[in-house]
């Protein structure tokens, strides 16, 4: 009996951690606007997980309206100037709906240097937001996981 849970401890301890560190290397800052703040690396790089190259820094800020606002910082936390960025970025609201991940794509545009758009109805918590932007040629991610 004590091997059948110890079994069975080490199997849901993996399950727990199996995407707690993201597409990127931890962050532990503290968003400027009350938001939560994650790893932007290269896209071709989010399967590397915690070892992936921190490119830059974004906060999540979501409103009650369903507004989402991405703002994007250096690695030491400042405001980065937007010039080269795309207008427009994509985010998908991913959640696990009746024991299958639905994933449901919407719009950001670049506005008064920070990427907004309106999310869609969430249909089950907790819900992961990625979020895909472009500088220069380059695709960059940012994911923001066990949302609520």
Same mark, same amino acid.
């Given at each position: 009996?004590?091997?059948?849970? /110890?079994? !069975?401890?080490?199997?849901?301890? #993996?399950? *727990?951690?199996?995407?707690?560190?993201?597409?990127?290397? @931890?962050?532990? &800052?503290?968003?400027?606007?009350?938001?939560?703040?994650?790893?932007?690396?290269l896209k071709s790089e989010a399967k590397k997980g915690a070892t992936a190259a921190l490119v830059y820094k /974004?906060? !999540?800020?979501?409103?009650?309206? #369903?507004? *989402?606002?991405?703002?994007?910082?250096?690695?030491?936390? @400042?405001?980065? &100037?937007?010039?080269?960025?795309?207008?427009?970025?994509?985010?998908?609201?991913?959640?696990?709906?009746?024991?299958?991940?639905?994933?449901?794509?919407?719009?950001?545009?670049?506005?008064?240097n920070l990427f907004i758009g309106k999310m869609p109805k969430v249909e089950k918590k907790p819900y992961n937001?990625?979020?895909?932007?472009?500088?220069?040629?380059?695709?960059?991610?940012?994911?923001?996981?066990?949302?609520?």
């Amino acid at each position: 009996m004590k091997k059948m849970i /110890a079994v !069975l401890m080490m199997c849901v301890s #993996g399950v *727990a951690l199996a995407h707690d560190e993201g597409h990127g290397p @931890k962050i532990s &800052d503290t968003g400027r606007f009350g938001g939560l703040v994650s790893a932007v690396v290269l896209k071709s790089e989010a399967k590397k997980g915690a070892t992936a190259a921190l490119v830059y820094k /974004a906060e !999540l800020v979501r409103s009650a309206d #369903g507004t *989402a606002r991405v703002y994007l910082y250096d690695t030491a936390m @400042k405001p980065l &100037d937007l010039k080269g960025f795309d207008i427009k970025g994509s985010a998908t609201l991913a959640a696990k709906v009746k024991g299958k991940w639905k994933d449901t794509g919407f719009a950001l545009e670049l506005k008064d240097n920070l990427f907004i758009g309106k999310m869609p109805k969430v249909e089950k918590k907790p819900y992961n937001i990625d979020v895909t932007v472009k500088q220069e040629g380059r695709e960059l991610l940012t994911a923001f996981d066990n949302l609520d």
